[in-house]
């Protein structure tokens, strides 16, 4: 993991670079998922007749609907692949998000959803054995990876998760299924494959037609931990500290990233998708 900094600003400016090519330009300051660094970096606005679908992966979850109703408000036209479809919130955005059904191991079935797509975002993973949770978080999102690069999609935002440094068998799938489907998305989108590590991520979580306000818990650990940062990068304490962040803050982080050029690649932290998302 040493090696990826330097590899990350390598490519972010190869990006900048890049990106800098044939589109209309605003000049704009924006924090780099590396901590702590500022860039000035140039807001590409897309060319009329350019795709501009995003579709994410697993929208009828808790991340993803947050994802949904974020890019919807910013004019960006949703679709939605999850294996169950349109989920049960009865709110108006839900109506103006395409749901489609479909088993991310089975991408035969689902890849013509990526046509019109410029973007990827993948809120797909979840628990249970080692290797339910390394196929679902890594495998699946493996092939997603794959399939989007071959469909020529232009970035792709995948959901991963902070580290916090576990025993190595606590939820070892889970992360080594993270960490693969992270390699992937750096190996095939270098210049435009952005990773977000959150740890805790609290808000109101829909469960069926009942809300859950995970928030009572995750609000007042956010408030403290957030301003404990030197704390976090001590060693054995560090991982420990990641504040808990707000649902809503990722959805903005992720959307962003999806639709904004500048954004570089590589691995955003929790203080990244804070500041990119304004919180
Ligand atoms: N919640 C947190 O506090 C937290 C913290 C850090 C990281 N994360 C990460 O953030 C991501 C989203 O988390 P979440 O809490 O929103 O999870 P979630 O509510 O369980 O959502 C998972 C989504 O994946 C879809 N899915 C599962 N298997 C699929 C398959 N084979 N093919 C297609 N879709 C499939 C599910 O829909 P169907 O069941 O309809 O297929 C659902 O939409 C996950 O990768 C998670 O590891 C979450």
Avoid at 72 to 83: N, Y
Avoid at 122 to 136: A, L, R
Avoid at 206 to 229: D, F, M
């Amino acid at each position: 993991m040493a090696g990826r900094g330097g590899k990350q600003a390598l490519q972010h400016l190869h990006h900048l670079r890049d990106g800098a090519v044939g589109a209309s330009r605003a000049h704009y300051s924006v924090s780099t998922a590396s901590r702590g660094s500022t860039a000035e970096a140039e807001v590409m606005e897309p060319k009329s007749g350019e795709r501009k679908k995003v579709l994410v992966l697993g929208g009828n979850g808790y991340v993803g609907t947050h994802i949904c109703k974020e890019a919807l408000s910013k004019g960006v036209p949703v679709v939605s692949l999850s294996r169950s479809g349109r989920p049960k919130v009865a709110e108006p955005w839900s109506n103006d998000v395409e749901w489609v059904k479909g088993d991310l191991f089975q991408p035969s079935n689902w890849r013509n959803t990526l046509d019109d797509v410029s973007a990827v975002i993948s809120c797909v993973g979840g628990f249970g054995s080692n290797e339910q949770m390394q196929k679902i978080n890594g495998v699946a999102n493996v092939q997603a990876i794959r399939a989007a690069a071959e469909a020529g999609v232009k970035r792709f935002v995948y959901i991963s998760a902070h580290d916090f440094g576990l025993p190595s068998f606590v939820l070892r799938g889970y992360y080594a299924g993270k960490r693969a489907a992270e390699d992937e998305l750096l190996s095939k989108f270098p210049y435009s494959g952005v990773i977000l590590r959150p740890g805790f991520i609290h808000g109101v979580r829909q469960v069926g037609r009942v809300k859950l306000p995970l928030n009572a818990i995750g609000s007042p650990l956010e408030l403290v931990l957030k301003n404990v940062k030197p704390l976090s990068q001590l060693p054995l304490v560090g991982n420990l500290l990641v504040p808990p962040v707000k649902v809503v803050a990722v959805a903005k982080a992720a959307v962003r990233s999806a639709t904004d050029n500048a954004v570089p690649p590589g691995i955003m932290d929790v203080w990244g998708i804070m500041r990119l998302s304004g919180d």
